[in-house]
């Protein structure tokens, strides 16, 4: 084993590339699609270093062209999350054994993959699977994965600097952070590559080993993931990857002794559930099992009587519609005071006219298809119900059209009242809600928006007035997670912004910061006596 002090290199945001016409990445992605929609793929499941083939396949498709197959992947049940299970069991001592340093140089050389040789492969994979443009799979699947893997490091680095700060003469304290005793499950969601990398990437960082299942609809950029952390040289049965039943995967993972934890990201409903059942089976367990989750959220942007028009209008755009408004993140109930609303409404309908809405192979398009038939079904009966209900105007879009692909015009709802489905409910898709208020009533709309939702993801205030900032703030003190002025409520960066919300938006445990991390570890604190005494008797027990 090596002997020294290692400082690993001071991680830097990774730049984002315009994709501009002219400009060579623009050119190479469009030859990374042009390739991936060439060749169907077989994808299988990765455990315990062997690539793993079914005879029960399922097909990736393009969600804005889904006549279009891009790979076939293997389905495994019960079984293969039980060998997944047990090749994680297997590899753990070598891999918690490994000094820290080489775990921290494989996630930096797989983070150097991701921004060179694999960045329009993994973006390619991303606008294809996932029905991203161009910038939101850069800003995605290149830029945030790559600072999530090479930021960890570095909080991985200064988590183990951590020691106590005072050893009084004779003795020594110091402090290891162990990794669990047992493996980790990592479940993550469609809508962000990123994610799906780092949640088990930053378990596997600290020494722990994973057991991962993605969304079915991340498959393809997920495959590619693996490959790349295989070609940086994780260990096999480190990291391993099934795709199976989530009941039938939860039913082997939660009944099992050694569980030591969930990292996910996903639905309200579906991590309730799970804590839900941990909660019943805890006494099966070696240790109580780490639960860190981030689901729903129902975020808002709230514009003050003395706000830009302009920057509120491209907030309220940027923030409810980028990526069809399928971010944790993304807006989808806006307060408007009346005095305003006129200048808004105007900019925001120029803007969505603007709009093209078709495939990612086309750059020139800023609205993509919605993930799958299921969640275009449930966006389609919100906005027809909408259409029916009194009290309620549909200002923009209300058209959808599945035929080709899973496309939902951005819409826009204006409503009478402040408590209306659409303003409470989360319904991750294009899909805005508007409620216009009375300039004297902020103050009653600061109450509105903390009592309307369970979630607590995100939310912004648009204000010229430090008064008004500041009671916003303090108002909406537990109503977001990560909370913005003068500014829309979706983009967090690694190293800036650290993600996470609190109340049914998750544990608050904030992705790319250095708390998340923590969760993972089991700190010991050892005390070292170097002239341990030699009698029981202490001084105030002597004769006078």
Not at 77 to 95: G, R
Not at 152 to 165: E, L, W
Not at 263 to 283: L, R
Not at 523 to 539: A, L, S
Request: proline share 5%; with cysteine.
């Amino acid at each position: 084993m090596l002997k020294g002090f290692f400082n690993v290199p001071t991680p830097v945001n990774e730049p984002i590339n315009s994709y501009a016409p002219g400009t060579k990445e623009r050119l190479l992605l469009k030859e990374a699609i042009a390739e991936a929609r060439a060749k169907q793929l077989d994808i299988p499941m990765f455990i315990g270093g062997q690539e793993i083939h079914t005879k029960n396949k399922k097909k990736v498709v393009v969600p804005h062209d889904h006549q279009h197959v891009l790979a076939t992947f293997s389905y495994g049940d019960k079984s293969h999350v039980k060998q997944a299970i047990d090749a994680a069991l297997a590899a753990k001592a070598d891999w918690e054994a490994l000094a820290w340093e080489h775990r921290a140089a494989i996630f930096m050389k797989a983070a150097d993959l991701f921004a060179t040789k694999y960045r329009y492969q993994i973006n390619a994979a991303t606008m294809l699977g996932q029905s991203k443009n161009a910038y939101q799979a850069e800003i995605d699947a290149a830029c945030e994965l790559v600072d999530f893997l090479r930021f960890n490091v570095s909080y991985m680095q200064d988590i183990y600097g951590q020691q106590p700060p005072v050893s009084p003469n004779g003795m020594w304290n110091r402090t290891e952070q162990r990794p669990l005793e047992g493996f980790i499950f990592a479940l993550t969601p469609f809508n962000f590559t990123a994610i799906a990398g780092n949640l088990p990437a930053c378990v596997a960082m600290m020494g722990n080993v994973v057991v991962w299942k993605p969304a079915d609809t991340q498959v393809y950029a997920a495959n590619v993931i693996m490959q790349v952390f295989r070609e940086a040289g994780l260990p096999d049965g480190v990291i391993n990857l099934v795709f199976a039943d989530g009941p039938e995967v939860g039913d082997v993972v939660f009944n099992h002794a050694d569980f030591a934890g969930i990292h996910f990201t996903g639905s309200t409903k579906v991590f309730q559930e799970i804590w839900k059942t941990i909660g019943t089976n805890i006494h099966k367990y070696k240790s109580y099992p780490r639960i860190v989750g981030e689901t729903g959220g129902k975020d808002f942007i709230l514009v003050h009587p003395s706000a830009d028009v302009a920057a509120s209008a491209t907030a309220i755009v940027r923030g409810a519609f980028e990526y069809q408004g399928q971010k944790c993140s993304a807006a989808s109930r806006t307060y408007i005071p009346q005095s305003l609303w006129p200048e808004i409404k105007n900019l925001i309908t120029r803007d969505l006219a603007s709009f093209k809405m078709g495939g990612t192979e086309d750059f020139s398009n800023f609205i993509n298809a919605v993930i799958d038939e299921r969640s275009f079904d449930k966006l389609a009966k919100y906005i027809d119900q909408a259409k029916k209900d009194e009290g309620v105007e549909v200002i923009a879009g209300g058209n959808y059209d599945k035929s080709k692909g899973y496309f939902i015009e951005p819409t826009v709802l204006v409503v009478d009242d402040p408590k209306y489905t659409t303003m409470c409910e989360e319904l991750f898709g294009p899909v805005l809600s508007v409620y216009v208020y009375q300039d004297e009533e902020f103050d009653q709309v600061l109450e509105i928006i903390d009592t309307t939702s369970p979630y607590a993801l995100t939310g912004a205030i648009l204000s010229q007035d430090r008064y008004a900032i500041e009671k916003a703030s303090y108002a909406l003190r537990n109503s977001a997670g990560n909370f913005y002025i003068n500014d829309k409520c979706t983009g967090a960066v690694v190293g800036q912004q650290p993600f996470g919300g609190a109340r049914g938006s998750g544990t608050n445990d904030k992705a790319g910061a250095m708390v998340n991390l923590l969760r993972w570890v089991s700190p010991r604190t050892i005390k070292e006596t170097f002239n341990p005494p030699t009698d029981y008797r202490y001084p105030f027990l002597a004769e006078d």
